[in-house]
């Protein structure tokens, strides 16, 4: 059994000053555990777009529309095996989990999550 090794990545929110709105932090967590690419595609910019929102150096006058992107992807999750919203977190830390060997219904909930469309490596699953 082959163990999945998470890199964090450093991001640098620190221009946005004390208190950095809720979509600079749900974009600094999605680049933390992906990087500054993958999280662009997910919400629909480009990585360049994504290090400027971050350094708080959007060249734009309004951050009104990638904000709006960034609640969109990643501010909550219509999760289709708990038919329920569930925060980007939850999400990995549920299909990140070992498989629930001890208990059949948790055991098809988790089946189901490694082929989510919400689940970035369900390609690779598929694959297998």
Same mark, same amino acid.
């Given at each position: ?13 620190? !221009? ?15 680049? @933390?555990?992906? !990087? @500054? ?19 708080? @150096? ?44 001890? !208990?059949?219904?948790?055991? @098809? ?9 919400? !689940? ?9």
């Amino acid at each position: 059994m082959s163990a999945v090794i998470r890199r964090t990545r450093t991001v640098d929110i620190t !221009n946005w000053g004390e208190e950095p709105p809720r979509w600079i932090l749900l974009l600094a967590d999605e680049v @933390r555990a992906t !990087n @500054r690419k993958m999280a662009g595609e997910r919400i629909g910019v480009s990585r360049s777009a994504v290090s400027l929102a971050l350094a708080n @150096r959007y060249p734009s006058p309004s951050t009104e529309s990638i904000e709006k992107k960034v609640l969109l992807a990643l501010d909550g999750l219509n999760c289709p095996a708990q038919q329920l919203t569930i925060s980007v977190e939850q999400c990995r830390d549920y299909r990140a989990r070992p498989a629930p060997t001890h !208990n059949p219904m948790a055991m @098809r909930m988790w089946r189901h999550c490694q082929s989510c469309p919400h !689940n970035p490596d369900r390609q690779q699953g598929e694959d297998q």
